[in-house]
């Protein structure tokens, strides 16, 4: 208990020693103020040893029924040591025990805590309180004393701007030297104050939008731009791009960084708007600038976000896209607005796991979509967009309880077969919205058991199937799958077998989301982590791929409040 005390930092051992054993402190009080913890101990120790016939070793041998005075010694000190057995207060605990419990609150009720008295105020400075905190709290796992001893990793320590395969690649030191700091340090200055920035946002650029991904990293919170793989390797891993970074370049303060450009971290700004809404601004945007002048940042540009020089680009309506693209991000320089968005709830009845995926827009390049399921809907709605539909709109919407039966494969090649087949269910469903106030009409909407010709698997996987819970019944078995002939696909590398489809709408427009409207098309599920789109006005055919990056603190509170994020992210951009 003793060494304990010492090394939680509450007072000295002699006084916890005398709460605990209240009639030997009355006898020894005079002699004990003048001695030291150590000798102190060992007196008491011997003490204890020296006198069986004192009243605490009689009490103890008596619960003990009468063990011999050696045992009745040892006993009495173990009962010494562990206290009162009835402790009437938090201060009656021994110092481990309190830690313990500290341990367990929330680090934000943890000041108010120490106001209470000095011994809690000096038990909060022990840090595996505030390491704890860290952790549970913010997912913080660096260990700060083996950071001091080893140091930071090369890796943590620069990071490449460029194609990893290029080897004239820029290099930017993301992390600066590491400098001790204690944990409550950590928490209290950095981790606390900016714990509302954690988690899943969506820039605002026009129509563009965005993925930002705002996480707690060793020392650093560090705000990561998500960027599609390039064109069109859809199945290749998510690229990230470092836009501002908050750390502890002092004890007691922390300091904002843009990350933005090739020179360097530099001064930046962070002011927090409102709820679930902030805004990122550079202090100094002449770190942006390329000695090269703008043709320099373009080249520059264009390399990261297509992996490819413009002469590489045949299509001149491709060009266009892109140099307007340049043109209308560079103009923000890293002084941007950002949104909170929430990943999709997951239901066991739904199609598969909704997530975040990365799908092929023609001359557009990637984009990044947001699965989500809403009883017998399915809808895919941008995080990234394009000048003709923008990020936030509902980009595909699937209903499932309208399976296509895919026929055998020579007649999927046909674009005629396969069209037919689609708009005799789109026309059904037309029929059955007209009438949705109707409930005998509604039944007769091409429900999974009752369309002949219209089932997505094998009868033995489509029976008794319940609207929107496709995923619950048997698995189907794959079945063959080809793109029909005279569709575009950015990816001619696709899965040639599907589980099952069902009769969708995906959304166009022209330029400046002008004359929007839906138009059917084909849902093919693949597998758990592959989809694809056939948009049947377009004659093209859209991939997408599962993002498989780890999001933290970036599930929805509620069903509710996804909801809701929905309908504004499409005001944010209609």
Request: aromatic share 8%.
């Amino acid at each position: 208990m003793a060494v304990c005390a010492r090394l939680c930092g509450v007072g000295q051992s002699r006084r916890c020693r005398r709460r605990q054993r209240h009639s030997q402190a009355d006898q020894d009080s005079d002699s004990e103020m003048d001695m030291d913890d150590e000798e102190e101990e060992e007196r008491v120790v011997g003490k204890t040893k020296d006198e069986p016939e004192g009243s605490s070793v009689s009490r103890s041998s008596s619960c003990h029924n009468s063990r011999p005075s050696g045992a009745g010694g040892l006993g009495s000190g173990a009962s010494a040591s562990a206290g009162p057995p009835h402790p009437q207060s938090l201060l009656d605990l021994p110092p481990e025990l309190l830690v313990e419990i500290f341990s367990s609150l929330p680090g934000a009720a943890l000041p108010n805590l120490a106001l209470v008295c000095k011994k809690f105020r000096q038990i909060l400075n022990t840090e595996t309180i505030w390491r704890r905190r860290c952790t549970e709290e913010f997912g913080m796992k660096d260990d700060l004393r083996k950071m001091e001893i080893v140091g930071m990793s090369s890796r943590d320590l620069y990071v490449k701007r460029v194609n990893p395969q290029v080897k004239s690649g820029r290099f930017m030191k993301l992390l600066p030297d590491y400098e001790h700091m204690d944990y409550r340090d950590v928490y209290t200055h950095l981790l606390h104050p900016y714990r509302h920035i954690l988690g899943l946002w969506q820039p605002d650029i026009g129509p563009y939008g965005g993925l930002l991904n705002v996480v707690v990293d060793g020392l650093f919170i560090i705000g990561w731009m998500y960027l599609p793989p390039h064109d069109p390797r859809v199945e290749d891993p998510m690229r990230r791009r470092p836009l501002f970074r908050i750390h502890m370049w002092e004890k007691n303060k922390a300091t904002i960084e843009c990350m933005y450009g090739h020179k360097g971290p530099h001064k930046g700004d962070i002011q927090t708007v409102k709820k679930d809404e902030f805004s990122t601004k550079c202090n100094q945007t002449d770190h942006h600038r390329m000695p090269g002048g703008r043709q320099e940042e373009f080249r520059t540009w264009l390399e990261e976000e297509w992996g490819r020089t413009l002469e590489d680009i045949f299509h001149e309506h491709m060009q266009e896209l892109i140099l307007m693209k340049f043109i209308y991000t560079s103009q923000y320089d890293n002084c941007l607005t950002y949104r909170r968005i929430y990943l999709p709830p997951c239901l066991p009845s739904d199609l598969l796991q909704p997530g975040l995926f990365k799908g092929t827009y023609g001359s557009h390049g990637l984009e990044i979509i947001m699965l989500s399921f809403h009883d017998s809907k399915a809808k895919a709605t941008k995080l990234t967009g394009d000048p003709n539909v923008p990020a936030g709109q509902l980009t595909l919407e699937i209903d499932l309880n309208c399976p296509v039966h895919l026929p055998d494969l020579e007649h999927q090649r046909s674009m005629e077969e396969l069209s037919r087949l689609v708009l005799e269910v789109h026309e059904e469903a037309q029929r059955g919205l007209q009438a949705r106030d109707a409930p005998s009409e509604v039944a007769e909407v091409a429900p999974p058991q009752g369309a002949e010709g219209l089932h997505s698997a094998p009868p033995a996987g489509a029976e008794g199937v319940e609207p929107g819970a496709a995923a619950c019944s048997a698995a189907p078995e794959p079945q063959p799958f080809v793109l029909p002939l005279g569709v575009m696909a950015r990816n001619e590398v696709y899965p040639r077998t599907c589980k099952m489809c069902f009769y969708g709408t995906g959304l166009i427009a022209g330029h400046g989301f002008t004359s929007p409207e839906r138009t059917p098309g084909l849902f093919i599920l693949f597998d758990d982590d592959r989809f694809g789109f056939i948009w049947l006005e377009l004659k093209s055919f859209s991939l997408y791929s599962r993002l498989t990056d780890q999001l933290s603190h970036a599930q929805a509170p509620t069903l509710e409040r996804f909801e809701a994020m929905l309908r504004n992210m499409q005001s944010w951009t209609s």
